[in-house]
């Protein structure tokens, strides 16, 4: 009972955090630790350079001191006073073994300097590579982002009705179209274009005759000869019938 209170702690827990997680606010704050490291980095180096002169310092003071007292155990012997230069030889023989410890520091100090100044390029690389690939990263979230905004946008429209909609209408429209024009092309088919062309004929051809009828009563045209009226027809006055 206890193992399954924890693992549904643990997996609420988890849920909670990767809810409230944002990486494009975590790779900014992981850009600003990087940048935040770089003097704490160089205060390093400050000191180990600062333990590497000191070091050189003291180098350069043994040998002095070296120099000194082996001109001193010499001045000493010339002299004829051995004492003096057992005891000068005494602090030389000190003076040297500091030398020795003094130049296996100061090479130790040397390396760790090396490695600091190596340490800090492979840093600063490594830093500008987090960093590009981070500001890279939160390019792709923003415009991911944006994406997602256009997506749930098309998304609402098409959600909307307006797509099924407008195909609707337009297959409506359409239909109605073909459904008028076939209404016309029915309709044109059942007119008599024949009889249609004589009713014109004979409406022009009166209008001819009322057009000649009105001239003839204004004197600007004369009536046609009776021979030419019925020049058609057969004369049977004053012929004799033949009976037979």
């Known amino acids: ?42 205060e390093s180096i400050a000191m180990v350079r600062a ?20 001109a001193k155990v010499k001045a000493a012997i010339q002299a004829g006073r051995d004492d003096l230069a057992a005891q000068y030889a005494t602090k030389l023989q000190t003076e040297k073994a500091a030398l020795e410890r003094n130049e296996q520091q100061l090479e130790t100090a040397k390396q760790a ?3 600091s100044l190596n340490l800090k390029k492979a840093f ?17 979230a923003r415009r991911a982002q944006w994406q997602s905004k256009v997506a749930d946008a ?12 407008h195909d609707e209408m337009v297959r409506k429209v359409n239909e ?16 008599d274009h024949q009889a249609v062309q004589i ?20 004197g600007l045209q004369s009536p046609a000869p009776v021979s030419e009226v019925g020049g058609g027809t057969e004369k049977t006055i004053g012929k004799k019938v033949e009976i037979k």
């Not at 098309?154 to 909609?165: K, R, W």
């Not at 008028?180 to 029915?186: D, I, K, L």
């Not at 009713?199 to 204004?218: F, G, I, P, S, T």
């Open 154 to 165: 098309m998304e609402s429209f098409q959600v909307a009705g307006i797509d099924a909609t």
């Open 51 to 70: 333990n590497l002169t000191l070091l050189e310092k003291e180098n350069v003071k043994y040998k002095n001191d070296i120099r000194d007292l082996t």
């Open 176 to 191: 109605k179209a073909a459904v008028n024009e076939a209404r016309m092309q029915m309709a044109l088919e059942s007119v």
């Open 1 to 42: 009972m206890w193992n399954r209170f924890t693992r549904a702690m643990r997996s609420f827990f988890g849920f909670f955090v990767s809810s409230i997680e944002d990486p494009e606010l975590i790779l900014e704050q992981n850009i600003r630790d990087l940048n935040d490291q770089v003097p704490k980095m160089n």
């Open 124 to 140: 600063m690389r490594e830093k500008d590579r987090k960093t590009q690939e981070a500001m890279n990263a939160i390019r792709d």
């Open 199 to 218: 009713e014109e004929d004979a409406e022009r051809l009166q209008a001819m005759d009322l057009v000649k009828q009105m001239k003839m009563e204004m």
């Open 113 to 115: 300097y090396e490695k």
